[in-house]
């Protein structure tokens, strides 16, 4: 019988060899793998630990910015945030709503997490553009027709919203129509077109009907103001008419395009 030859040798021993080598160069792969989860599973829990269970991050203190009217100390209790507490566990949307159900003034509030220790709360409050008188009292109304807080003292420069809605006639019959809510809402669009210099001299925003908004001014004068619809160009009318007739007593600008003075 004849021998094998040398090429029929050499891929015996390859074959032979195969597997072999195979299996040396898959363990380390396993055990790297096998290292690998088991540092992401201690690293994981290491850090639920850090965030959760350890003393390192809890809550020690609220910083509160942004109030005008209110104190830090009532914005702090309103928010109610323990200390003490790990600072990853605070719900933000909880604190928000519990701010905003207990002070109507504040308009709006970031909250966020001041690691490793902090919560911080920066509000906006609502600013009044007009009041109501309630017995000694006043509401003040924000610019979206919200009445959201009762005072004492009228703050200073806000204009009193009077509805002089009379139950016969047109404002009758647009109190009907459109309800206070829709009334107030649109005296507050007319507050809100204003020029600056009538806003400082308006007393009074009077409302007769949802087109027969009337403004009183100081020293007697009057502005028949009409419903809020364009706002922007009634002011427009309304500064070139004072420039132009700096005596009178009464402008009318409910018709832009056709604006009126008269008295002196």
Same mark, same amino acid.
């Given at each position: 019988m004849a021998g094998s030859t040398t090429a029929e040798r050499g891929e015996r021993q390859q074959e032979?060899?195969?597997?072999?080598?195979?299996?040396?160069?898959?363990?380390?792969?396993?055990?790297?793998?096998?290292?690998?989860?088991v540092s992401l599973v201690v690293l994981g829990a290491g850090s639920v630990w850090v965030l959760y269970g350890s003393e390192w991050l809890r809550v020690r203190y609220v910083s509160v910015s942004g109030t005008r009217v209110l104190t830090p100390a009532e914005v702090r209790d309103a928010a109610d945030v323990p200390t003490g507490v790990p600072l990853a566990s605070v719900g933000t949307d909880a604190v928000e709503a519990r701010l905003?159900?207990?002070?109507?003034?504040?308009?709006s509030v970031e909250i966020s997490r001041s690691w490793p220790h902090g919560i911080t709360l920066k509000v906006v409050e609502r600013t009044p553009v007009l009041l109501t008188r309630e017995g000694g009292k006043f509401t003040e109304i924000d610019d979206e027709g919200v009445r959201f807080a009762t005072v004492g003292k009228a703050p200073r420069g806000v204009p009193m919203l009077e509805l002089a809605t009379s139950r016969k006639g047109s404002g009758a019959a647009s109190?009907?129509?459109?309800?206070?809510?829709?009334?107030?809402?649109?005296?507050?669009?007319?507050?809100?077109?204003?020029?600056?210099?009538?806003?400082?001299?308006?007393?009074?925003?009077?409302?007769?009907?949802?087109?027969?908004?009337?403004? @009183?001014?100081?020293?007697?004068?009057?502005? @028949?103001?009409g419903s809020g619809e364009n706002g922007r160009a009634k002011a427009r009318a309304l500064t070139a008419l004072m420039k132009a007739a700096p005596d009178a007593r009464h402008f009318d600008v409910s018709v832009p395009t056709a604006p009126a003075s008269a008295g002196s």
């Open positions: 032979s060899a195969g597997p072999p080598l195979v299996r040396r160069l898959r363990r380390p792969r396993l055990r790297m793998i096998i290292v690998s989860a905003r159900g207990k002070l109507r003034r504040i308009d109190l009907r129509r459109f309800g206070t809510g829709r009334l107030v809402r649109e005296a507050v669009r007319v507050a809100g077109s204003l020029p600056a210099a009538v806003a400082r001299d308006t007393g009074t925003v009077r409302v007769g009907s949802f087109d027969a908004i009337t403004l @009183e001014l100081g020293h007697g004068r009057t502005v @028949e103001w």
